[in-house]
């Protein structure tokens, strides 16, 4: 069974994928495999796996992942999104990690959406029930529409002035 990992914040994930390893073969973006890597955590990087070199905008977006997330290869996802809601800028408006996020979510698999969950989440790593993935569900479900709620906000502000 594999993980996928990729996260924008890097440092705080380091102890939840220590953990993550001891039971799933991780995959991470590019930057977050060579972070773990690096960190003494074996990661492949995706670009390893969909055979295509990553840019700047594109890091986790091939069918091949969500494929691998649908057949139930990859059991758990682990995301933290660009942070739009500290600096609002295009650049920061993240569309693979929300796709993951609702890709995983959508497949019942465990989604880590949030920084917050990764304490509970190593916890319970070795006994995650039903009840439990259904709480990381939801959790998920309502950081992607807080998310884009920000972003809608942040548009309507630019575009439409009372």
Not at 6 to 33: H, M, P, Q, R
Not at 35 to 62: C, M, R, Y
Not at 118 to 138: A, G, P
Request: proline share 2%; with cysteine.
């Amino acid at each position: 069974m594999k993980a996928l990992i990729s996260v924008y914040d890097k440092n705080s994930v380091l102890e939840l994928a220590k953990e993550i390893s001891k039971k799933y073969e991780i995959i991470a973006s590019d930057g977050t495999a060579k972070f773990l890597n690096w960190n003494g955590i074996d990661a492949k990087p995706i670009s390893e796996i969909v055979e295509i070199k990553q840019t700047n905008w594109i890091k986790t977006l091939h069918p091949k992942i969500y494929e691998m997330i649908f057949n139930g290869e990859i059991g758990m996802v682990v995301v933290d999104l660009y942070p739009f809601e500290k600096e609002q800028s295009i650049e920061n408006i993240d569309i693979g990690g929300v796709a993951l996020i609702r890709a995983a979510a959508k497949a019942n698999c465990i989604i880590v959406s949030s920084k917050k969950q990764y304490r509970e989440v190593i916890k319970k790593l070795n006994n995650i029930d039903e009840e439990f993935k259904q709480k990381l569900i939801v959790e998920a479900f309502l950081r992607v529409a807080e998310y884009d709620i920000a972003i809608a906000k942040w548009f309507a502000s630019r575009f439409f002035t009372q």
